[in-house]
């Protein structure tokens, strides 16, 4: 199936219209002729693959941000790690589909592990017994090496992924995205729209050039119906490892996250703060839980963690989600 970008005119008919890529207000557009031959319009095969193979998976979770270096591939490691920690008999797994910038390889200690083909599809690295790992990185000859991909063939890796891969039975997939609202969101909630995506988990942080951009991404998941689980509010404050004084580096002028989440109705998950001791963790691929298991921002994690699990629940058992 052809990959239609998202930049379309403001007066777009639709993929689905018999006008598209046929009206005055189509010429100039990107997707013009991908919308007049019709190919945007026929059913992708692949989506039922991947329901089949997804069919498995209970909660499927998007951690986004439109902003980069907020923290969202830390923010996931730290999650899926604790998630798992949280109950031997839970299974999660993570799929980067940071296509350009996969760095969970590295953040949870597996870099340089090869990915598996068997007759039932890709197997994922593990990072613990119930802990798994998917990304671009295990494909690439040099952890160096610059993915120079166009739309089109990110789409097609995403595809792979989540139709090739055998996960197994999963209680939990998070997906760890890059910045922005383009094409590895699209493609990801496009594939995942018939699975039952359980939500996204928004991160940011608290100066104000970051909120205006995850606002975008708020924005985001309510045009494409993603419901919202809950805002991390990561790198509020810096408190020093020695001298314990706290500072903060972003300043909240405007209320940070938790006036945001407040005034767009939705779940304030918690604050993490910016520790310098978890970023050394991440840098060397440690383990945060068992390297620091008295630091106070375990104990914040921890309860951001079942707030999640909280929210997961209520998205099963159909209670509502402040989304709106």
Known sequence: MADVPSDVPQQCPGTTSKEAGKTSICTGCPNQMICASGISRQPDPNIGLIKKRLSTVKNK????????????????????????????????????????????????????????????????????????????????????????????????????????????????????????????HLSATSYLKDTGITGAIIVTTP????????????NFCRKVNIPILGIIENMNIFMCPKCKNCTEIFPALTGGGYAMAKELSIEFLGSLPLDPFLARCCDEGKNFLTELPESPTIFILKTIVQKIIEQCEKAKNGSEIDIT
């Not at 949280?86 to 760095?103: E, F, K, T, Y």
């Not at 090496?145 to 166009?150: E, G, H, M």
């Not at 100066?207 to 708020?218: M, N």
Request: proline share 6%; with cysteine; net charge negative.
């Open 61 to 184: 979770l998007l951690v986004l941000s439109g902003k980069g270096g907020v923290g969202k591939s830390t923010i996931t490691s730290l999650l899926s790690r604790s998630l798992a920690a949280s109950n031997p008999d839970i299974n999660v797994a993570v799929l980067d589909i940071d296509i350009c910038g996969p760095s969970q390889p590295r953040v949870l200690g597996v870099t340089g592990e090869q990915v598996h083909q068997s007759g039932s599809g890709w197997s994922p690295v593990y990072v613990e017994d119930n802990l798994s790992l998917m990304s671009i990185g295990f494909l690439l000859d040099n952890p160096s090496d610059a993915v120079i991909w166009r739309g089109p063939k990110k789409n097609g890796m995403i595809r792979q992924f989540l139709s090739e891969v055998d996960w197994g039975t999963l209680d939990y997939l998070i997906l760890d995205t890059p910045p922005g609202t383009s094409d590895e």
């Open 207 to 218: 100066q104000q050039v970051a909120l205006l951009d995850v606002r975008k991404e708020i």
